[in-house]
């Protein structure tokens, strides 16, 4: 048993369904706060001095807040964290003006990464990645995303899914797998996007399944890499196998991956950095949760996703980090929560809500996270700040003073 006394201010969207609109704005604010947790769930949240009678629980151990901010832990619902190598050489490229596809068509990008993911043993992949979770973790984000993506073949797609298998396993983080084979064309498939497509469909996608080993099955559908008939495909197919759909859309091209998104009622459609009206429109019908990855706009020197316009039409907006090698080399979600400020213009409520319950909402764990809640898992963020507006308003130092994970205290 573990009790957190002394909290400032304690601050939590609430519920279990992601919150759209104006309810993404509100949050719940208790002052002078405390919260009583057992078994690793929260049995108890108290306001304005209250404490529990704790005489007869002699082996409650007491936290003391100091008059600190709490809320939620911190959920990252799109990364790419299980990789080989790392893509710096790609500076000099980018400073004489290669773009994003440039690079790709090249043969590098993506397709470099996934030569040296290839090259490294499914122990190797393990260790550097399980250092990522750790940076995470103590960053706040007590639950991630993690897609694959850089196998772009059965035995090193299921090498990565296995590595975020064991990092959910062995790990304190709650890791969330995906699936993300059509994430580029391999160069075994060169030109031959279909039958990749159908390659996925046939002999990986099975596998996937059959093993257990991702619960979403996510797809790039881009200019130069799957357009939608091919997206659409791959969708349908891992809706068949029963699992969650989440597509890439409108990264660098509004080719009509957000509109898939809304008419497939895909969990989440994530990046649209180009989406245009239709898209936003097909995602409001569809009940699509829109997961912004703004330091990626940063990274690529890129226009920013129409948050506000989404949260006026209704649509869930979750805010993530995109920790990859290639488009957003840093995993640190407090950065993306001040972009999220800064750059959507969204208020210090509405970028918790997109960090924590939407998130949540956008890898099926509403019900269990996202919200300080009674019943929920005790994930919890002790910040070195006296309300949420520091949290948005400083930036490059990471403000966590504790992390609560499962009840257990893990800084």
Request: net charge negative.
């Amino acid at each position: 048993m573990l009790l957190i006394k002394n909290i400032g201010i304690l601050q939590t969207p609430i519920g279990k369904n992601s919150l759209c609109g104006s309810e993404q704005a509100q949050n719940l604010k208790l002052c002078n706060a405390a919260i009583l947790i057992e078994g690793g769930k929260i049995v108890e949240v108290y306001k304005d001095g209250e404490l529990p009678d704790l005489s007869g629980y002699a082996d409650c151990q007491v936290l003391d807040a100091q008059n600190r901010l709490v809320t939620p832990g911190l959920v990252d619902c799109h990364t790419h964290m299980v990789f080989g190598g790392w893509r710096h050489n790609e500076i000099p490229l980018k400073l004489r003006g290669a773009t994003y596809l440039d690079i790709l068509k090249a043969g590098g990008g993506i397709l470099d990464t996934v030569r040296h993911t290839r090259q490294m043993s499914e122990d190797e992949l393990y260790e550097k990645s399980k250092g990522f979770a750790r940076e995470m973790l103590l960053g706040g984000v007590t639950t991630v995303e993690s897609k694959s993506g850089y196998g772009l073949n059965l035995d090193d797609e299921l090498k990565q899914l296995r590595v975020n298998k064991r990092l959910n396993e062995q790990t304190p983080i709650d890791v969330v797998s995906t699936f993300l084979g059509a994430h580029a064309i391999p160069p075994e498939y060169k030109d031959k996007p279909d039958e990749y497509i159908d390659y996925l469909c046939d002999v990986v996608l099975p596998e996937v399944k059959r093993q257990n080993l991702a619960e979403f099955c996510d797809v790039f559908c881009e200019d130069s890499v799957f357009d939608v008939e091919q997206s659409k495909k791959m969708l349908l197919c891992a809706k068949k196998y029963g699992m969650g759909c989440k597509i890439h859309a409108d990264e660098i091209e509004a080719i009509g991956g957000a509109v898939l998104a809304g008419e497939l009622g895909a969990i989440s459609a994530e990046h649209l950095i180009a989406t245009n009206g239709q898209g936003i429109d097909s995602m409001a019908k569809g009940g699509v949760t829109a997961a912004l990855l703004p330091a990626t706009s940063f990274y690529l020197n890129k226009t920013y996703a129409p948050a506000r316009q989404m949260i006026e039409k209704g649509i869930p907006v979750a805010i993530a980090s995109d920790f990859n090698p290639g488009s957003c080399p840093s995993l640190n979600l407090q950065f993306a929560i001040n972009l999220g400020y800064l750059k959507y213009r969204m208020l210090p409520e509405e970028i918790l809500t997109a960090t924590t319950l939407n998130a949540a909402c956008a890898i099926n764990r509403g019900q269990t996270i996202g919200s300080i809640e009674v019943g929920k898992q005790a994930d919890l963020v002790i910040w070195d700040a006296p309300n949420f507006e520091m949290i948005c308003y400083r930036f490059g130092s990471n403000q966590v003073k504790t992390v609560i994970k499962k009840g257990e205290i893990i800084q």
